[in-house]
């Protein structure tokens, strides 16, 4: 025991004692020694926060495109739009040697890893445990986190490993178990965190009763898709339901303006759910500040010490990724600078058309979530910056030339606040990269020390209660009844003024386009497409040009990477079809 102590004790070189902000931080106070290892609880809570930062690592990482892959790179939702011969955007770049598969695989194994040995170490006879529901609260959360890692990687790679127990040795001969029974064991895990996760916590962002259920609900969904039997679909309602119907804690879809920035005229509840931290702290995205759409929040504080990961140590990365670089563009006026309200995007992830034009036709005009509060779909002129201030109402023009699709050259001339037409972006960097509809609830108009490039940083949901209606929803159709499916989407669509749902017109696409206008940026689209078996499919007829010629059946999985397989040299562990 005292061996696998101290190879987990060196795995978590960073973990510290529990305080404050402990459940960020990532830098050491003092390191954990073989003697003093996991033997009281405020030791389990300092491995326990370690699952957290890993976790977190799944929504931004590094500075690099590739991270975002699974937000729904090239599938229905968005394209890399800086050239057609992009990973993702082009699927044919895409194979097992591809190097963020290997990223993503390798982070969840490592994680399975440090669980197993921490759930072993619950059961050491010399840990001072205050009482059994102290101990079982620890294995809960451990628990929630390996149901987490079979989740991801199951619905991602298919069948993988099932690992109860602790490896003490290393091993070069593992062997797949299938999808079916990978999904078995993440069932068993949630619903033991479900059993005995406390109901609620006063530090924002830990895992609750709430967190285990909703994942528990979309883990019986894919049980009853793979083996086939309908039962797991009533268990998936009977999960979601303990949320919907409050049984384990005050849940409810924020329908009210709400938050710290509720007086900002002009906006609604569903801008609120997506406000920065203020610069006194207070968060719009905490169930312990008001917000019971909340469930799981992943923590990013751009104030404390390891509040952010080791890959960005300034920012998170949502705007920059998904907002276009409108304040490039120098023939407007804007003199690539940004400004505090217009945010820094650089335009790695495009929205694709059928996202920002076909969806929104097919849910009608009133939907606020389409609004221009919450889509941006108009650009303008800027007031100008004279000696570093942007001045506003600055009588000033801007004269520049623009070549028409046909051919004709005409003098454009602005002035600050004019709409930047259409029919004047004719190349393909300003409607692939500088001027597309950009997603607010993705980025900022205010920025820490009004600073556009270093002063974003949001949390992430992990999930909100809207999704919780959705997966609910998709039981019911699956169960055979439209008529509460389509209930359960019209309270999601009534938050946002949007016309209801007929039971008639709701099918797994309606769901997808419904996940899609609700939780896009938000859910990792990959992974449910790669769940439902729809990836292909859903990017064959509404993905971009390129993505939809280049995926392949064989993409609804991800590759298993070539290193593990390499890896793996005494047992033959087994490539996904088509690789």
């Keep these: ?311 960005l140590t300034t920012r998170t990365d949502q705007e920059r990724v998904f907002w276009p670089s409108f304040w490039s563009f120098q023939k407007f006026g804007w003199g690539n600078v940004a400004r505090d309200w217009t945010g820094r995007g650089i335009g790695w992830l495009r929205p694709t058309n059928y996202f920002s034009y076909d969806l929104w036709n097919k849910s009608g005009a009133g939907d606020m979530r389409n609004s221009e509060t919450n889509i941006n779909r108009i650009f303008r002129s800027p007031d100008p910056i004279i000696n570093g201030v942007e001045v506003p109402n600055y009588d000033i023009t801007y004269t520049t030339t623009v070549t028409l699709a046909n051919g004709t050259t005409i003098e454009v001339k602005t002035k600050p606040g004019d709409i930047i037409k259409k029919e004047w972006l004719t190349t393909r960097q300003d409607t692939m990269e500088r001027a597309f509809p950009r997603i607010m609830k993705l980025g900022s108009d205010w920025h820490y020390a009004q600073e556009p490039a270093n002063g974003f940083v949001m949390e992430f949901y992990a999930i909100r209660m809207a999704e919780t209606y959705l997966i609910r929803a998709e039981a019911y159709m699956k169960n055979g009844d439209n008529t509460k499916a389509a209930a359960d989407i019209n309270v999601v669509r009534a938050r946002s003024s949007a016309i209801p749902v007929l039971p008639a017109q709701v099918n797994i696409d309606y769901i997808l386009d419904e996940r899609a206008r609700e939780l896009v940026g938000e859910e990792f689209r990959t992974m449910t497409l790669c769940r439902l078996g729809l990836l292909y499919d859903r990017t064959k007829r509404f993905g971009y040009g390129p993505s939809s010629l280049t995926v392949l059946p064989k993409n609804n999985l991800c590759p298993i990477p070539q290193s593990v397989i390499d890896a793996n040299s005494q047992a033959v562990f087994e490539q996904n079809p088509g690789w």
């Excluded at 599938?75 to 044919?92: A, E, I, K, V, Y």
């Design 1 to 311: 025991m005292k061996k696998i102590i101290y190879v987990f004790a060196l795995s978590l070189l960073g973990i510290f004692s529990c305080d404050d902000d402990a459940f960020l931080r990532e830098t050491p106070d003092d390191f954990l020694t073989v003697d003093n290892s996991f033997l009281n609880a405020a030791q389990f809570r300092a491995g326990l926060n370690h699952f957290y930062a890993i976790a977190r690592q799944n929504y931004n990482f590094r500075d690099n495109p590739d991270d975002f892959f699974q937000f729904g790179s090239g599938t229905d939702l968005f394209f890399r739009p800086t050239g057609d011969q992009l990973p993702f955007t082009d699927w044919s770049y895409i194979n097992p040697t591809t190097d963020i598969y290997r990223v993503v695989f390798g982070r969840h194994w490592g994680l399975l890893y440090n669980v197993n040995l921490l759930l072993e170490q619950t059961e050491n006879p010399l840990v001072r445990w205050n009482s059994e529901t102290e101990k079982l609260e620890a294995q809960a959360e451990a628990r929630f986190f390996r149901g987490y890692v079979y989740r991801y990687l199951g619905f991602m790679f298919g069948g993988v490993p099932v690992l109860e127990k602790a490896v003490a040795e290393p091993s070069l001969g593992y062997t797949r178990n299938t999808r079916q029974e990978v999904y078995e064991f993440a069932a068993k895990d949630l619903e033991f965190a479900a059993n005995n996760l406390p109901t609620s916590v006063s530090e924002p962002g830990r895992v609750v009763k709430a967190a285990a259920y909703h994942y528990l609900a979309e883990m019986y969904i894919a049980l009853g898709d793979e083996s086939k039997n309908k039962a797991y679909y009533q268990k998936a309602i009977d999960a979601a339901s303990m949320i919907i119907d409050q049984k384990v804690g005050e849940y409810h879809l924020m329908t009210q303006r709400h938050g710290w920035r509720k007086n900002i005229a002009g906006k609604d509840a569903f801008w609120d759910l997506f406000q920065m931290r203020s610069t006194s702290g207070f968060s719009n995205f905490s169930y312990q500040t008001g917000n019971k759409e909340s469930i799981w929040v992943i923590q990013v504080d751009k104030f404390l010490t390891g509040g952010l990961n080791d890959g």
